[in-house]
């Protein structure tokens, strides 16, 4: 069974960082993409990053790169999201998701697995 759990999220302050941790269990990282989306209230799901489990290769929306950083320990099974110079409009709750097909699910939002969302909250 595929099982994602989220934590590190928390209340920061504009131009602030945070480190979002996801463990994960009930599958290999080779046949998975992995990643994050985000939903704030009253908004859709946007995804934010994803990361071949295979080879680390790494995808990014427009709003978050330069920012975020996606990351991953195959032997660990975890997964990583760095965001620095954090915004308002980056507050949300943060989900960590999972896909065997693609990384677009993901970016899409909407990934065949995600856990139960951590909360960031930046104050402006």
């Known amino acids: 069974e595929v099982q994602l759990v989220e934590s590190g999220g928390g209340l920061v302050q504009t131009g602030g960082s945070l480190r979002l941790s996801c463990a994960a269990s009930?599958?290999?990282?080779?046949?998975?993409?992995l990643g994050w989306f985000r939903q704030a209230p009253g908004k859709a799901r946007e995804g934010v990053s994803s990361?071949?489990?295979?080879?680390?290769?790494?995808y990014y929306t427009d709003s978050v790169k330069g920012r975020f950083t996606i990351s991953s320990d195959k032997a660990k099974k975890m997964v990583y999201l760095q965001m620095n110079n954090l915004k308002p409009e980056d507050t949300a709750v943060y989900y960590c998701a999972a896909d065997k097909r693609s990384h677009l699910d993901i970016l899409m939002g909407w990934p065949g697995y995600w856990g139960q969302g951590a909360q960031v909250t930046v104050s402006s």
């Open positions: 990361i071949r489990g295979s080879d680390g290769n790494t």
């Open positions: 009930g599958f290999s990282f080779d046949g998975y993409y």
